[in-house]
């Protein structure tokens, strides 16, 4: 079974990230052949500067082989080191209808929010369908937000499949982790970056613990029995807490004497005890760039092989020969 997932070269990266997608996406290794690449080609639609894409895109890097990407056991490279995928995506346009692109609500959301619309917004669907197809994947795990365009690569693939009456594309399935809750940010609502109420991962101390020292919380004092259902410091803490911590925790909260900030700082310390053994090897793999570019080339030589024969299956069907 395999199983593919594209990586946004966004920055820096917060635990909401880590829990929501990034974790399960690392775990899903041992569920089958894992594909995972970072998605430049796709952060064209809203990076515009070249140092910024090319910091990200090694920021990424790091990122998941500090967090347990294993490039012996799966394959991991930059989307723009596979060239095949632009081809598909031009094939593959020529099999989508205008309809099925404009009924597309992530296009309409980012418009709504002021992003420019431009033919690379427009035709996202595509490029990621051309992600999925090229390596026959099964399985594409995704957000809820992002199912429709699963469901889009299906279109996709069965309008050439029955364009060219041959079983060349394989359809894939969304795979949506019922069982991850939202991760709540510092005021409770959705962490985000756009919100402004993260705790990022891989950061300083003074800035970590200034975003944990921020969360928000009701205004009770020392002497007052304090609910740890609604609080957003426990509801963070269960992250990182095991049971017994957490009925030690609902306690502490149930008895006077602790105001939050002593809650504060035991979720600090969990977060940074937590995170240390990833963030030594962040640290290792981000003074060896070269070490870097060069895991990234053996998995985009692992892919261009396969992604090699699958074009050359295509081009001797659609008769680009």
Avoid at 158 to 181: G, M, Q, W
Avoid at 210 to 232: F, P, R, Y
Avoid at 289 to 299: A, N, S, T
Wanted: glycine share 6%.
């Amino acid at each position: 079974m395999r199983i593919l997932s594209g990586i946004q070269p966004s920055g820096t990266i917060h635990i909401g990230n880590y829990f929501g997608m990034v974790k399960k996406m690392i775990d899903s290794q041992n569920d089958g052949e894992l594909f995972a690449f970072i998605a430049s080609y796709h952060a064209l639609t809203s990076v515009k500067n070249k140092e910024d894409l090319e910091r990200n895109s090694f920021e990424a890097a790091i990122n998941f082989l500090a967090l347990g990407m294993d490039v012996e056991k799966s394959t991991f490279w930059i989307q723009h080191d596979v060239k095949e995928v632009l081809e598909l995506y031009w094939i593959l346009s020529n099999h989508t209808s205008m309809g099925l692109l404009e009924r597309a609500h992530s296009y309409k959301d980012k418009t709504s929010r002021g992003i420019s619309a431009n033919h690379g917004l427009f035709s996202y669907p595509v490029l990621m369908a051309a992600d999925i197809l090229l390596f026959d994947s099964n399985i594409v795990p995704v957000g809820k937000d992002q199912i429709q365009h699963v469901e889009m690569t299906r279109d996709i693939a069965i309008s050439f499949n029955h364009s060219y009456k041959k079983e060349i594309f394989t359809l894939p399935l969304a795979k949506v982790d019922e069982e991850v809750a939202t991760v709540p940010g510092t005021d409770g609502a959705k962490m985000s970056k756009s919100y402004n109420n993260t705790i990022d991962m891989f950061t300083s101390s003074k800035t970590r613990k200034k975003q944990v020292m921020g969360i928000v919380t009701d205004s009770k004092e020392l002497n007052e029995a304090k609910e740890w259902e609604n609080c957003n410091i426990y509801a963070i803490s269960k992250l990182f807490m095991n049971d017994d911590e957490l009925k030690d925790l609902q306690k502490r909260y149930e008895t006077p004497g602790e105001g939050y900030g002593h809650f504060k700082q035991t979720l600090l310390a969990k977060i940074e005890n937590y995170f240390a053994p990833y963030e030594e090897k962040r640290e290792y793999f981000s003074q060896r760039p070269k070490e870097v570019r060069d895991i990234l080339e053996f998995g985009a030589a692992k892919a261009r092989k396969i992604a090699a024969s699958k074009m050359e299956q295509i081009r001797d069907v659609v008769g680009l020969i």
